[in-house]
C-alpha cells in the first residue's frame, strides 16, 4: 500500500474502538416552552404573532424575522394544514432497514410562516403534496411536552 | 457579573432545573462509536512487539532506517519502501529521575525514563521507555542497554511487553 491508497477502515489494522458520550439537553427556549406547554396540557397548537408585520410564526419563536421586534402574542393554529411535500422513508436515521415505510411530511397552515415537519398518517402510495390533513394528538397522559406528542398528521375526513 | 451588570438578560437555568424537567426538553445519546487505529506501520511495530522483536521502515533515498516505523519518509516526502528487523539493544539518548508516578503521585523511589536510541536504526532514532535494573546514581548518557522482555505468554502488542531497558551485560549483544 502506498500513503496515497487511504485506509478508511480503522479495524483492519491495531486498534481501540469506543464511544463517544456526548450526551445532550436542548430546550425548547422561550417561544417553544409555549407551544409545548400548550400541546402537553391543553393540546392546542401556537403560533407566535408579530402584529406590525401581520405575520404568525410556526413553530412560534420569540423574535421577528423581519422586523427584529420580541413577539409577545400566540395564536391558535387552524385545524387544518395543507401538506406541503412529502417523502417516504425506507431506512431509519441510523440507516437500518424499516419493516414498513415511514411517510413524513411538510405540513403548512393558511396565513402561517412555517410549519411543522412530521408522520403523515397515510399509506404510502397515497402521500401526496396537497392533501388537507390535521395532527392527531396522543391522549392527555400520554404527552410529555415534546413534538411527539402529535403522532402525525391525518388527512381532514370529507363530508362527502 | 461585572460591577455594571448584575444580571444578564434570559432565563437562568440551573442544572437541577433540566434534571427535575421544570422546562420542556429534548434529550439525545448519539452513537458516535469510533475505531481508533494505529495505522499500518505502527500496528505492525506492536505486534512484532509481541513477537519481542522491534521493526523499522528503510527508505532507500535517504538510506536511513526509520525507527519507530512509519509509512512515510518525511526527508524524503515519499512512501518508505521496506521492513527490517534491528536490535533490542541501544543507547541512552536522555533521561529522566522521575519522582512522580504516572498518576503524578510522589513517590520516594524513583522511577528512570528517558529515550534510547536502538542499534540497526538510523542514528538517533529511538523510543521513550523506562529504564531499570541500575540506580538513579548509575544511569547516565550513552549507557548500552538492551530490552527486558516480558515472558513471551504476557505479551498484549504493547510497549509494555517491555519491562524496561536493563543495562547491556559483558559479552551480550
Not at chain 2, 534510547?116 to 548500552?144: C, N, Q
Amino acid at each position: 500500500m502506498t500513503f496515497l491508497d487511504r485506509t478508511t477502515d480503522a479495524r483492519k489494522f491495531r486498534h481501540w474502538e469506543g464511544n463517544v458520550e456526548a450526551d445532550y439537553i436542548y430546550t425548547s427556549g422561550v417561544a417553544g416552552e409555549r407551544f409545548f406547554i400548550a400541546l402537553r396540557d391543553e393540546g392546542r397548537m401556537l403560533a407566535s404573532r408579530c402584529t406590525v408585520c401581520k405575520l404568525d410564526y410556526l413553530p412560534p419563536r420569540m423574535f421577528c424575522e423581519d422586523c427584529f421586534a420580541e413577539l409577545t402574542e400566540y395564536v391558535d393554529v387552524a385545524q387544518a394544514g395543507r401538506v406541503a411535500a412529502v417523502t417516504v422513508a425506507h431506512v431509519d436515521r441510523t440507516g437500518a432497514k424499516l419493516s414498513h415505510p415511514q411517510v413524513w411530511a411538510f405540513v403548512t397552515f393558511e396565513g402561517i410562516r412555517g410549519g411543522l415537519f412530521h408522520r403523515l398518517l397515510v399509506a404510502p402510495k397515497l402521500a401526496r403534496a396537497g392533501l388537507s390533513v390535521q395532527a392527531r394528538l396522543k391522549p392527555r397522559d400520554g404527552r410529555t411536552g415534546t413534538i411527539a406528542d402529535i403522532e402525525g398528521f391525518e388527512p381532514v375526513h370529507s363530508r362527502f | 457579573m461585572t460591577a455594571r451588570i448584575s444580571r444578564w438578560p434570559g432565563i437562568e437555568l440551573r442544572a437541577a432545573d433540566l434534571i427535575e424537567g421544570k422546562v420542556t426538553q429534548t434529550r439525545f445519546r448519539p452513537d458516535a462509536k469510533y475505531a481508533w487505529s494505529a495505522g499500518e506501520a505502527m500496528s505492525r511495530f506492536l505486534e512484532e512487539l509481541q513477537n519481542g522483536r522491534f521493526i523499522a521502515r528503510t527508505c532507500h533515498k535517504c538510506e536511513r532506517i526509520l525507527f519507530p516505523p512509519r509509512m512515510f519518509c518525511e526527508e524524503c516526502f515519499r512512501p518508505t519502501d521496506a521492513w527490517t528487523f534491528i536490535h533490542d539493544t541501544g543507547t541512552i539518548e536522555t533521561f529522566s529521575v522521575s519522582y512522580l508516578d504516572t498518576d503524578a503521585k510522589r513517590i520516594t523511589e524513583p522511577i528512570l525514563v528517558g529515550v534510547v536510541s536502538l542499534d540497526g536504526a538510523s542514528p538517533k532514532m529511538g523510543m521513550m521507555h523506562y529504564f531499570g535494573g541500575m540506580t538513579k546514581d548509575e544511569i547516565r548518557i550513552g549507557m548500552p542497554v538492551k530490552a527486558e522482555w516480558k515472558p513471551p505468554g504476557d505479551r498484549r502488542g504493547s510497549v509494555l511487553d517491555i519491562l524496561y531497558f536493563r543495562p547491556l551485560r559483558e559479552g551480550e549483544r
